[in-house]
């Protein structure tokens, strides 16, 4: 919501409360007199709920037009060139490191979308994804925080990783060459790999693209990969609008297309 004061709707909202509020206290008195056959009290407890009714209902009219007024300056603002600078306030506040330009916004692995149109905001991972109908700047940058914490704070295996990447490479890589055997040293492209490595339409949908994108970003910060005695080196794209991009936890970007993974005699 936007933050600009708006007496008006707060003295409307703190009537509508006091009203609501002495409602609630009046009918649970009602449900326990007539349990208790307290006629008197029944009665009693009957005659002021009518007149918070009264007070609720003989002006309902002008609040509701003060409230409707109040989230039509809401609307105005979501709509207007203030509310991005806000977002991206927010979201950096809260120590997320979007790129890109409102409506659309990326921070590896996830992708942030807004749709006005929709009332929704879509956080998407490949193709899962969760959306919200929260806009207000604050709240939204609270949601995103608490996905994105959930992946880049999840613990990760290199050991595990490696041993997953040399399986799908070995296999890749007979396939490709139609080899008994592997192909030590020969580049195996990352996206053929990734096909590999979720062969099983669930295993896709736990991992997404994005999500093993964001692995190899992870792994390439190590200054030497190897594992089982072999050296995994990710090769670059030669051409910087294919292969997967990656960005490690400093924002530096690169593109690689391809992983050589020499046998265990190679220096």
């Known amino acids: 919501m936007n933050d600009l004061g708006r007496p008006p709707e707060e003295a409307t909202i703190r009537h509508i409360d006091a009203v609501l509020k002495h409602l609630t206290s009046r ?112 709240a ?36 490709n060459l139609t080899k008994d055997t592997a192909l030590w040293g020969h580049p195996v492209t990352l996206k053929e790999i990734y096909k590999i490595l979720t062969l099983k339409q669930s295993v896709k949908q736990d991992y997404p693209e994005a999500l093993f994108t964001y692995d190899l970003a992870r792994l390439k910060e190590q200054f030497d990969i190897c594992y089982d005695g072999r050296r995994f080196e990710l090769v670059p794209s030669r051409n910087q609008s294919s292969g997967l991009l990656l960005v490690n936890s400093k924002g530096q970007e690169s593109r690689v297309s391809s992983l050589i993974i020499y046998d265990k005699n190679n220096g």
């Open 27 to 138: 009918w649970a008195s009602i449900k326990k007199a007539r349990k208790d056959l307290d006629f008197k009290t029944v009665a009693q407890a009957l005659d002021g709920a009518d007149e918070d009714l009264r007070q609720l209902t003989s002006s309902w009219d002008e609040q509701q037009t003060v409230i409707k007024n109040a989230i039509q300056l809401d609307r105005d603002f979501v709509l207007s060139d203030a509310y991005p600078t806000e977002v991206e306030k927010a979201m950096q506040d809260a120590a997320i490191p979007i790129k890109g330009e409102f409506p659309n916004y990326e921070f590896p692995p996830f992708k942030l979308t807004f749709s006005y149109n929709n009332g929704s905001v879509r956080l998407s991972m490949g193709r899962r994804s969760k959306q919200t109908k929260v806009f207000a700047p604050s």
């Open 140 to 175: 939204l940058a609270a949601w995103v925080s608490k996905e994105y914490q959930q992946v880049i704070n999840s613990k990760f295996n290199a050991e595990h990783f490696c041993q997953e990447l040399l399986v799908a490479y070995e296999m890749t890589n007979r396939l």
